[in-house]
Nanobody, 127 residues
Framework: HVQLVESGGGSVQAGESLRLSCAAS????????MGWFRQAPGKEREGVAT??????????WYGDFVKGRFTISRDASNNTLYLQMNSLLPEDTAMYYC???????????????????WGRGTQVTVS
C-alpha cells in the first residue's frame, strides 16, 4: 500500500512562489515514477511535472505551460517529492495532486491515467 500526502499549497499573489511537498510512505521505491498533476474547476487534469529514474538517470518532464517556472525534485532519502513554483500566474490556480507508479511508459509520464497512486491534493490559488 502506498500513501501520498501533499502539503504546501496556499494563496499567493501573481509573481510569487510556492513549494509543494509530497510525503510518500509504504512500498515505494526510489525508482518509481512520481509526478505532479493539477486540475482547475471545469478543466481537465493536466500533467505539471514528473521525475523518473526508470529510463536511467533522474529524468524530468514538464508540461508546456510550465515554461521554466517550476522545478520538480525528489529526496529519495525520505521519499519526498517537491515542486518549486516560481513566477506564479492566476492560471496556475488549481488543486495540485501528487501521483506515483512503479512503471510508466515514457510517452505517458505526463498522463494521469498511467498512475495508480494519488494523494488528496493541495490547493494553490494565485490572484
Amino acid at each position: 500500500h502506498v500513501q501520498l500526502v501533499e502539503s504546501g499549497g496556499g494563496s499567493v499573489q501573481a509573481g510569487e512562489s510556492l513549494r509543494l511537498s509530497c510525503a510518500a510512505s509504504g512500498y515505494i521505491h526510489r525508482s518509481w515514477c512520481m509526478g505532479w498533476f493539477r486540475q482547475a474547476p471545469g478543466k481537465e487534469r493536466e500533467g505539471v511535472a514528473t521525475v523518473y529514474t526508470g529510463f536511467g538517470g533522474g529524468n524530468t518532464w514538464y508540461g508546456d505551460f510550465v515554461k521554466g517556472r517550476f522545478t520538480i525534485s525528489r529526496d529519495a532519502s525520505n521519499n519526498t517529492l517537491y515542486l518549486q513554483m516560481n513566477s506564479l500566474l492566476p492560471e496556475d490556480t488549481a488543486m495540485y495532486y501528487c501521483a506515483a507508479n512503479g512503471y510508466v511508459p515514457k510517452h505517458m509520464v505526463l498522463i494521469g491515467r498511467a498512475y495508480t497512486y494519488w494523494g488528496r491534493g493541495t490547493q494553490v490559488t494565485v490572484s
